[in-house]
């Protein structure tokens, strides 16, 4: 089959839904092509943390901020290898993308939180669970223009088509065999990363030890495709060898799912023997390495009925505590003494690395790890512990762009008819992105892709 359209948009992630639905607001016929039978990409799969500086809500729960201060936590947090003009443009369009996404019928909590390794009380959460409003919320507007917006699900993207040094259009197949799609205007690569293709990671990896042995937390079809068509058409890459690990994997599936940690501020990490060993609020990096060092790299997460007063309270997967103790994955004591002794670690252990951390919570102080992102003491039973292990989160690096999404070649120099947006694209988050600056940063760039490839920039 043969399609034309004014904007050819490849991945139905958060970034390419986002840049979708802003190339039609800015006037163009859309298609979308996703290579899997659902939209969704990880985005779908996000624990749901938005970071957006935002006067309205954080003054309410007296949460200074500043776009200054999410700048350089962004860009320091990332050890100041991310581009700053793709961050200032990203931390400055953080919170009109969340008005925007409000305009569209998507809810946000009343509260901001702290996500793991998000450094700052910035995260907002959705009513509807993990990102699955984020990916309803632009179906929905889809499908309410479906006379300029056509989604094709199991259609994998292969090549971009070049005419007279332009992108011009994508080829690929479907269910019934090979698809083109002839692009007015211009093409959106927004594939997501690469962290669920083994091959990729290993053949960039240069920060971690291995990763052979580790899982990720990635839908299988986070395999970096966008790499491949950008690359044949002369694309720059920008930090392509830095990988996000979390500390937050399920122990079988390497999934985030089941965690029972709500946020930074309501549970400590303790190893096999019981101990604390890293400050629970640093950066995603910090803690997965010192969780390398610890005994068969695994750890509990452990928390009180603070975080689960009832045990149908939901996890931020949308599952409850209850479940999750019926399925093995979470465990509770009614003392602590009897949860030690469920999940196997020294009572005395626990009990210490506890009060010890309850010390810290009611003097203000900086407990001995360094802590400081602190909210409310743990010692109300029953008491909770869930496992986790390292597991691949993130890939940072990927396709270059300039603030208008816009993608460079090697010289530096903008290729005409092709745009990035999304986890594809490098130079925003460094090093190591902070939590909860995904969301946001798909959304803001996915916006910027559409309206520039709508109006040709
Ligand atoms: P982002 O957060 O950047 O939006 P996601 O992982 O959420 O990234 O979404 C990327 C989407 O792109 C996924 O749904 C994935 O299946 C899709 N995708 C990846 N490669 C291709 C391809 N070659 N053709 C079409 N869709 C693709």
Known sequence: VEYTTDVVVIGGGGAGLAAAVSAHENGAKVILAEKMPRLGGNTILAGSAFNAVDPGRQEKQGIEDS?????????????????????????????????????????????VFTVAGGLWPRGHKTIKPLGTGYISTYEHYINEHQDDMKI?????????????????????????????????????????????????????????????????????????????????????FVGLEHMQLLPLGDPVTGSLSGNVNKGVTSSIFVNKDGNRFVDEGARRDVMTRALMEQEDASMWIILDSKSYPTGDTLNNFGETIDELIDQGRAFKGDTLEELAEKIGVDADNLTKALEEFNKAVETGEPDAFGRTLVDKTIDTAPFYAGPRVPTVHHTMGGIEINTSAQVLDVNGKVIPGLYAAGEVTGGIHGSNRLGGNALAEIAVFGRIAGASAAGKK
């Open 152 to 236: 094709l699900l199991d259609t994998e993207i292969i090549d971009l088509i070049v005419k007279d040094d332009r992108v011009v259009g994508v080829k690929g197949k479907g269910l019934n065999g090979e698809v083109i799609i002839n692009a007015n205007n211009g093409v959106i690569i927004a594939t997501g990363g690469f962290a669920a293709n083994p091959e990729l990671r290993d053949r960039y990896n240069e920060n971690w030890p291995t990763l052979t042995s580790y899982k990720s937390t990635n839908h299988p079809g986070a395999t970096g495709d966008g790499l491949v068509m950008a690359e044949a058409v002369g694309a720059n």
């Open 67 to 111: 776009l200054d201060l999410h700048f350089t936590q962004t860009y320091e947090g990332g050890d100041k290898v991310g581009n700053t003009e793709l961050i200032r443009t990203f931390v400055e369009g953080a919170y009109p993308a969340i008005e925007w996404l409000e305009g569209l019928g998507l809810e946000f909590a009343d509260e």
